[in-house]
């Protein structure tokens, strides 16, 4: 007998906006999919990669079985097999032998799972993400700033600004739904500006009002000469500054000195002077002003100098904590940002705690009850991307596990990584597709669920927390990520802090951990705990929130730094000197 239609809602996962989704499914088969109207990341539209999830589905393609050394075998020799192997290169070389390499496309619940086993209790700092690729300049660019990793922004001051600027962002292919939002607002509003920075002409022009076609790699160049020109225009804000940074004077002179005048940064960036002149005579006269930026920006050997020469520009012109204002990073996955909060990053512990952090590593081990929580090494904390590469290739570390990425296709010097795997004694696979280029280098490979069947959180962009619901039972023999960390984790001993039944009880420990000890001087910015205790029906239900989610704040945070009091030790924003420096690598 037919099944009536069933409608679910969820979160597309293809980039970092975070489109809510609603899907129809009858008789067991998703058939369509369309825009949620009521989620507040995108209101109903899609672009044509969400509109067209519903195709992407079936088993064709899928890794359907578990593997062990290139023969099927079941989950429980898998799992086995998974644990032992890692057991014997960590008793063999020690704890920092074994590493894991994760993912943007993984969702919350998995990479705080992963994160615990890893650093918790086999005790190795070596836990990186392939967002680390896109997204560790912005946030090291925020946190030197702010003293947080915490994007101040929400999409609706792309609505209330008066001037936006685009910066390394092609937001019309690579975010079109953001695009589709600043079009919208922009033809409401016909006294909103935009401009568009970037080296190439693309279709994000087709709204600009001004584009400064700058040479790549110049980017600091041009915001440290904004600096300069609102200094000597009297264009800064003297009040917010005295109140509510530091830095200014150390800022400004890195300025003069390589940026002091329109001409000089109109030879170093190849642009029209008169045209940049006009750009900094727009920014520095309008108090809303968002700039949005990307992988332009971030994908640079001093990609963090360049975020923070535009987080300079707003800090100096009190352009931050308004409506319609503030520097925006757009990030590029869909739960970039999870990861950062769950600890994904071999620089971080957990819930937006660094290694570095004073008490940080007592407070986590508290809260875990572990007594394996990896130190860090004596000059930095874990191996980040390129180096984890680098220390498997020197045979230091003999165990990796991957998953729900590539890195044999997507890390820089591709033919350097394909050497490092080979040589690599255990490489463990977590992945949903059948063929990838990664998959002869594995020694165990697991089958995973994939979108439509995972279930659990993304955090967007604009920190808002979604969930992506599981709707179709995963293909073949294929498990959740979370529940093959877990398994692995109670054959390798640790059955009592890995006993999850269900995503929502992942999640409730992870707002928990958020929380914990989270007062006073030492206050986290990060912070979930006022969704503590929601159980399974609430988790299921939960609407899209914006973190930090408090007692104080149960209804989310769509602004940061309002009150102009920043998470750093005195309570300023910090504006740092920059000082431009050249490629790194020679232009084509």
């Not at 679910?8 to 906006?17: D, E, I, S």
């Not at 940049?276 to 100098?305: K, M, P, R």
Request: hydrophobic share 40%; charged share 20%.
């Amino acid at each position: 007998m037919p099944q009536a239609n069933r409608l679910a809602r969820t979160t597309c996962p293809y980039c970092g906006v975070g489109c809510g989704v609603t899907a129809t499914l009858e008789n067991g088969q998703l058939i369509a999919v369309e825009g949620d109207r009521e989620h507040p990341a995108n209101y109903g539209r899609l672009c044509v990669k969400g509109t067209a999830l519903h195709e992407t589905l079936g088993e064709q393609g899928r890794l359907l079985k578990p593997r062990v050394d290139g023969q099927e075998v079941s989950w429980e020799q898998a799992l086995t097999t998974t644990a032992e192997r890692l057991q014997a290169q960590r008793s063999a070389h020690g704890p920092q032998s074994v590493a894991a390499y994760l993912s943007g496309q993984l969702l919350t619940e998995d990479y705080y799972v992963a994160n615990k086993l890893f650093k918790g209790f086999l005790g190795t700092p070596h836990l990186d993400t392939n967002s680390r690729l896109c997204m560790a300049s912005a946030v090291a660019g925020y946190k030197r700033a702010f003293g947080a990793d915490a994007v101040p922004c929400s999409y609706e001051d792309l609505e209330e600004a008066e001037l936006v600027v685009l910066v390394g962002s092609n937001l019309a292919w690579n975010h079109p739904v953001l695009y589709q939002r600043l079009k919208v607002a922009k033809e409401r509003n016909p006294l909103m500006r935009v401009v568009v920075i970037d080296p190439r002409v693309t279709d994000t022009c087709e709204i600009a009002d001004l584009y400064l076609g700058i040479r790549p790699g110049s980017d600091a160049y041009l915001f440290n000469g904004l600096l300069a020109w609102m200094d000597a225009h009297n264009r800064l804000d003297s009040v917010y500054l005295e109140r509510h940074t530091e830095g200014l004077e150390d800022a400004l002179n890195a300025a003069q000195q390589n940026s002091g005048s329109v001409e000089a940064v109109a030879r170093e960036c190849d642009v029209d002077h008169e045209r940049l002149e006009t750009f900094y005579y727009w920014f520095a006269s309008q108090l809303h002003v968002v700039t949005l930026y990307s992988q332009g920006v971030n994908q640079s050997s001093s990609g963090t100098d360049k975020c923070n020469a535009i987080i300079n520009c707003h800090l100096a012109g009190g352009k931050i904590g308004l409506p319609g204002a503030g520097p925006f990073s757009i990030t590029g996955q869909p739960n970039a940002m999870g990861g950062r909060e769950v600890g994904g990053l071999a620089n971080q512990l957990a819930a937006h705690m660094d290694y570095h952090t004073p008490g940080a590593r007592e407070l986590v081990s508290r809260f875990w009850a572990t007594e394996h929580l990896a130190p860090a090494l004596p000059d930095a904390p874990g191996y980040k991307a390129v180096e984890l590469f680098d220390a498997i290739e020197r045979g230091e570390i003999t165990a990796l596990w991957v998953m729900a990425t590539n890195p044999a296709v997507s890390m820089p010097d591709g033919e350097k990584v394909r050497r490092a795997l080979a040589k690599c004694p255990l490489v463990i696979v977590s992945e949903c597709v059948a063929n990838t280029d990664l998959l002869p280098f594995a020694d165990i490979v697991l089958p995973a669920s994939g979108w439509s069947e995972k279930d659990g959180t993304v955090t967007n962009s604009e920190r808002r927390i979604s969930r992506q619901r599981g709707m179709l039972p995963p293909p073949g023999e294929a498990k959740h990520d979370w529940w093959i960390l877990c398994e692995v984790a109670k054959r390798l001993g640790f059955s009592e802090a890995f006993s999850y039944t269900h995503p929502w009880e992942i999640f409730d420990e992870h707002a928990r951990l958020s929380g914990y000890e989270n007062s006073g001087e030492t206050q986290r910015l990060f912070d979930i705990s006022g969704l503590v205790g929601l159980g399974q029906a609430a988790y299921d239900a939960l609407a899209p929130i914006q973190w930090p989610v408090t007692q104080q704040a149960p209804r989310g945070t769509a602004r940061l730094f309002e009150d102009g009091r920043f998470a750093t030790a005195n309570g300023r924003a910090k504006l740092l000197p920059i000082t431009p420096r050249p490629q790194a690598q020679p232009l084509s």
